[in-house]
């Protein structure tokens, strides 16, 4: 969510990230189902990261091979990174599966799954960097809602990473919204973790479905309450967070409508339990009809307190104002739920971003679920339509 990573230091010379020489694979289409696998064009639409998320949790799910290439195509530098590979891994890991590929910056990859793991119900990733907890629930949560029993997962790695969803986010914001489709889960966040080294400790436990629910979430309701959460860890000096609380109480008392009638808390926390320095925010409005519409951002060496409130109460703020019931990033990441629930799902949200739009096209074409589009002419926010193919859990009985 925030743009940049958290007091980063340019290299030193000599030191400088190695650029990889990338090659695209010509492909007719973005997506070919072939007679053994499907295939996918990495670098189609939105070409990061989430094409290759998305994919590898539907190839489990399905029990069908996929190839992936141009991997990463659209990103600075393409192929597998090591919170990527690591997600993988962890997929594999769970459906003793096959991984050709498998290395950091490989741009092609081979995934065959099989059946989920008969017996191992804990399994560990470490990403052994800073690279996004978050995104390695983004890949595996979806496969333990099909899985046998409860499964637990212990997820190591950047706990508040840029260009990925804080775990605060998934916690507050994806969790308690993802529950009414029957995705209930804990997150235990046992240390954070920041960038460069990463080190965040979280646990997940998650308990499997017959089928997932179908979602409805159309009347966005009243703000009643708007809760912000400011955190800092490591050697960050003590003024940041009272600057980031004072900032943040002032911009909603002066740009938010009725302010003084809201239920307003901000928490400062002192981090005890962490690797690293690090410092940021998020901020939740919460409305009468239990949506909640989020904004974060993460400080920074040399950023001033006050720009890093400012640039999450600006992202929750528009956000807000766009009409939806759902945020930018939620709207993606209930794509996938969508098209594997039993009925008809509708969310209203602001405009769809690439990486929505990328989620329908990959999602529906490996599924076949039905979305559907269109703009509401009344306030101008898009309503995001799916008929679900009600995928049924294969270990539970049809009862149940």
């Not at 559907?372 to 009344?378: C, F, G, I, N, Q």
């Amino acid at each position: 969510m925030a743009a940049q990573q958290p007091w980063k230091k340019k290299p030193r010379p000599g030191k400088e990230k190695k650029t990889s020489t990338f090659v695209p694979v010509p492909m007719a289409d973005q997506f070919a189902r072939e007679k053994d696998q499907d295939v996918i064009d990495g670098q189609s639409m939105e070409g990061g990261g989430q094409i290759l998320r998305n994919c590898t949790s539907l190839a489990a799910i399905f029990k069908r091979p996929i190839k992936i290439v141009n991997i990463r195509g659209k990103r600075s530098r393409p192929g597998l990174q090591a919170q990527h590979l690591t997600g993988i891994t962890l997929v594999k890991d769970m459906y003793n599966g096959n991984l050709t590929g498998g290395q950091v910056d490989s741009t092609q990859m081979t995934f065959k799954p099989g059946d989920f793991h008969p017996t191992q119900r804990e399994f560990v990733a470490d990403i052994k960097t800073a690279g996004s907890v978050g995104l390695l629930v983004q890949v595996a949560l979806p496969c333990l809602m099909f899985a046998p029993s409860k499964i637990k997962l212990k997820l190591m790695g950047g706990t508040n990473a840029t260009m990925a969803p804080q775990i605060d986010y998934i916690d507050r914001v994806f969790r308690p919204i993802a529950s009414a489709m029957g995705i209930n889960f804990t997150l235990n966040i046992l240390c954070r973790g920041y960038y460069p080294k990463g080190g965040g400790i979280v646990e997940l436990e998650a308990d499997p479905v017959s089928t997932l629910k179908p979602i409805t979430l159309l009347d966005r309701g009243d703000l009643v309450k708007i809760y912000v959460r400011i955190f800092s860890a490591g050697h960050i000096p003590p003024n940041v967070m009272a600057r980031m609380s004072k900032h943040v109480k002032s911009l909603i008392e002066s740009q938010v409508e009725n302010a003084d009638k809201l239920e307003v808390n901000v928490d400062e926390v002192q981090e005890t339990n962490s690797v690293g320095d690090g410092t940021g925010l998020i901020i939740m409005y919460h409305s009468n009809a239990g949506h909640i519409i989020a904004g974060s951002a993460l400080g920074e060496r040399g950023k001033p307190a006050e720009q890093v409130a400012e640039e999450a109460f600006k992202e929750c703020q528009r956000n807000w104002t766009e009409h939806g019931c759902v945020d930018e990033y939620l709207q993606d990441q209930l794509i996938l739920y969508m098209a594997l629930a039993n009925g008809t799902s509708k969310i209203r949200t602001g405009p769809l971003t690439l990486h929505t739009q990328t989620s329908i096209y990959f999602c529906s074409q490996i599924t076949g679920a039905k979305f559907s589009t269109h703009s509401d002419p009344d306030d101008g926010s898009i309503i995001v339509e799916c008929q679900g193919i009600g995928h049924r859990n294969p270990h539970f009985s049809s009862e149940q």
